[in-house]
């Protein structure tokens, strides 16, 4: 334990900021002002957001992240061969992995850093992550399609996966 006093902050909200924070906790969405300014500061560090350059879209070291939605996605994918799929996601993959790398020295291929890859994951908003044995179990994936998901991962990880399922919660076998 530090001997050191706590420090104390006060934070003087307006009267709009206060109604809405009190509204989330009334609704059950927050369980108080304190793990909610934590959870902020958490966001804050994990996404990098001191990079933000305009409303919707900041950098994160080498890679410029913009907020889009699940639907433009989905657009985007139904335009691209099926048989191409897993080779889409595979070089996405490799593009996260180098972005992860060379921004957060992240070495996604170490397995020992799967927790720190899947937190970075969830930030980003790409879904939990968890690895049970030899299974990765993705629940709510921004990206359903089973086969770019797994190239994805396969990119990003370099392992070899098998889809286990084709629907959240999506499931893909470690083979190699």
């Given at each position: 334990m530090s001997k050191e006093p706590v420090k104390r902050t006060t934070i003087i909200l307006e009267d709009e900021e206060r109604k809405y924070i009190d509204e989330l906790i009334r609704e059950g969405r927050e369980p108080g002002i304190?793990?909610?300014v934590s959870k902020m500061l958490d966001i804050y560090r994990s996404m990098m957001i001191y990079d933000w350059?305009?409303?919707?879209?900041?950098?994160?070291?080498?890679?410029?992240?913009?907020?889009?939605?699940?639907?433009?996605?989905?657009?985007?994918?139904q335009h691209v061969p099926e048989e191409e799929w897993r080779e889409v996601g595979r070089k996405a993959g490799e593009a996260a992995k180098i972005s992860m790398e060379a921004t957060l020295d992240l070495h996604t291929t170490d397995r020992e850093k799967w927790?720190?890859?899947?937190?970075?994951l969830r930030v980003q908003g790409f879904g939990d992550f968890y690895?049970?044995?030899k299974y990765f179990i993705i629940r709510t994936p921004f990206i359903n399609n089973a086969e770019v998901l797994?190239?994805?991962?396969?990119?990003l990880l370099a392992?070899?996966?098998?889809?286990?399922?084709?629907?959240?919660?999506?499931v893909f076998e470690v083979v190699g």
């Amino acid at each position: 334990m530090s001997k050191e006093p706590v420090k104390r902050t006060t934070i003087i909200l307006e009267d709009e900021e206060r109604k809405y924070i009190d509204e989330l906790i009334r609704e059950g969405r927050e369980p108080g002002i304190k793990p909610l300014v934590s959870k902020m500061l958490d966001i804050y560090r994990s996404m990098m957001i001191y990079d933000w350059k305009f409303p919707g879209e900041y950098y994160c070291g080498i890679s410029r992240v913009a907020f889009i939605n699940v639907e433009f996605v989905n657009i985007l994918l139904q335009h691209v061969p099926e048989e191409e799929w897993r080779e889409v996601g595979r070089k996405a993959g490799e593009a996260a992995k180098i972005s992860m790398e060379a921004t957060l020295d992240l070495h996604t291929t170490d397995r020992e850093k799967w927790p720190d890859v899947f937190k970075r994951l969830r930030v980003q908003g790409f879904g939990d992550f968890y690895l049970r044995d030899k299974y990765f179990i993705i629940r709510t994936p921004f990206i359903n399609n089973a086969e770019v998901l797994s190239g994805f991962l396969e990119g990003l990880l370099a392992v070899r996966l098998e889809p286990k399922t084709l629907t959240p919660p999506l499931v893909f076998e470690v083979v190699g």
